[in-house]
């Protein structure tokens, strides 16, 4: 796609903002209703292009993208149009008479860049929160997965006009054209390094950004957690997507005393998860492609492995077992986010040590705690910065519409799901009416000592 094409759709989004199509909230909600209807009808399609690019298999495609992007636009149809109602705020008396409220009105055209480890779920999420709150949007999604790109191009068509929504497909080239467009918010997911050109891009205009990024997400293991437990819950969230999960256990911090406990179990749950022949399962996620592949098990060089370490390649990729390795802080894996199913453990004397090493380092996207013992939950959890997690479990706390997903620092800026996602794409416009049958006379000029007493009365 040329660069004048991007430009004619841009304008085209913007032509059709300008009709006014999209900000009536049946419009909305019937432009969501369609995409629900359209995702039910396409899932197979959905499901065999994820199969294409990634190896996922329909249980993990459907848990982890298609049911909970159905989660999500069923919520918005529900609840939007409550979220889109004036609300009413407080008038203090100094404006008497009047009464305040505030208007959510959409941004106008925006684009999402989506990324390929969830190459749905993190393309149509945002999207959703986008149309609900009025918006055109510019889909570009990874061309890393190109099957689901396409299969998501023709689902986006069969649903939205395309001026209000349409799909750019496309590699850098395209990345680029679409950054030196003038849009009037972005949305991106994706890593640090491509995150700050997003920023950079969007300050020519001064455009508001979301950034979705990731990091190395730490996992502290204290010595009074449920072993046995802890190993599931952690050896499902390094499984999931074969570790290709921005929130993924990037590392873990374990208690020394229970390190070697800790190491036993998520053996044991590797191979109840994936069978002997991990390489072999049809259920288990392929690495996105070859360089990624090449790189993940670049990282294995020279370290010492506990567990794993084995890989299958393929024509387009390949495999690499569930891998546990004995982490030190300048160890390759702790030098860049692993975004595979490399699991790094640092032994810690207790979680003062813990803290400390997390803190050393950027802020993380997620962090996950695994304890009984309150004092040390309390602790963490007011000492690390991190942009959400969990408590004795991993990945989970993103799965819901009552809470915010988001990085801070370096990690990301902004949040959204559920409500949050359609304040997420809405400007709050704040409004006084104010009556005229009354007019106080005492903010005018010429200024008198008697007013100024009234205006000292009311503001104090």
């Not at 085209?12 to 903002?17: A, E, N, T």
């Not at 294409?52 to 989660?71: H, P, R, T």
Request: charged content about 25%.
């Amino acid at each position: 796609m040329t660069r004048m094409d991007i430009e004619s759709i841009v304008k085209r989004q913007r032509d059709f903002f300008a009709t006014g199509a999209t900000l009536p909230v049946s419009a909305r909600v019937a432009a969501l209703k369609r995409l629900q209807a359209n995702i039910r009808a396409q899932e197979k399609d959905l499901q065999a292009a994820m199969k294409q690019d990634l190896n996922k298999c329909g249980f993990e495609s459907y848990m982890a993208e298609i049911g909970m992007v159905l989660d999500e636009v069923g919520h918005a149809v529900k609840k939007l149009p409550g979220w889109a109602k004036p609300k009413r705020a407080r008038t203090p008396l100094a404006q008497f008479s009047a009464k305040s409220f505030i208007l959510s009105e959409p941004y106008g055209v925006t684009l999402v860049m989506a990324p390929w480890n969830y190459p749905f779920l993190l393309s149509i999420d945002p999207v959703i929160g986008a149309v609900a709150a009025g918006n055109c949007v510019v889909l570009k999604p990874s061309a890393y997965a190109p099957a689901t790109s396409a299969a998501m191009a023709k689902l986006i068509a069969d649903t939205f006009d395309p001026g209000w929504v349409t799909v750019v497909e496309g590699g850098r080239k395209e990345n680029s054209a679409l950054l030196d467009q003038r849009f009037d918010f972005i949305f991106f997911t994706g890593g640090v390094t491509v995150g700050r050109l997003v920023m950079e891009k969007a300050s020519r205009w001064l455009t508001p950004v979301i950034l979705e990024l990731g990091g190395k997400s730490p996992v502290l293991i204290d010595r009074t957690a449920d072993i046995p437990l802890t190993a599931r819950r952690l050896a499902f969230g390094k499984v999931l997507n074969a570790g290709q999960t921005c929130v993924a256990p990037d590392y873990v911090l374990v208690d020394r005393t229970v390190k070697d406990r800790l190491v036993e179990e998520l053996k044991k749950q590797f191979a109840a998860m994936l069978g002997p022949d991990p390489l072999h399962n049809p259920d288990y996620v392929r690495i996105i492609n070859r360089k990624h592949f090449e790189r993940i098990t670049g990282l294995l060089e020279g370290e010492t492995i506990l567990a794993g370490g084995q890989s299958r390649a393929d024509e387009v990729s390949g495999w690499i077992e569930p891998t546990l390795v004995e982490g030190t802080a300048g160890c390759k894996p702790m030098q860049e986010e692993i975004f595979g199913p490399i699991l790094p453990l640092i032994p810690v004397d207790g979680m003062d040590e813990a803290i400390a090493f997390v803190n050393g380092r950027e802020k993380p996207l997620a962090l996950y705690l695994f304890t009984k013992d309150p004092a040390v939950e309390q602790k963490v959890l007011a000492r690390c910065s991190f942009g959400g997690g969990c408590v004795n479990d991993t990945i989970i706390h993103l799965a819901t519409h009552d809470m915010g997903f988001g990085g801070v620092g370096q990690s990301g800026m902004g949040n959204y799901h559920g409500e949050r996602s359609f304040k997420a794409f809405s400007h709050e416009k704040s409004i006084v009416k104010k009556a005229l049958w009354l007019d106080l006379p005492m903010r005018y000029m010429p200024y008198s000592e008697t007013n100024e007493k009234m205006v000292r009365m009311f503001l104090k």
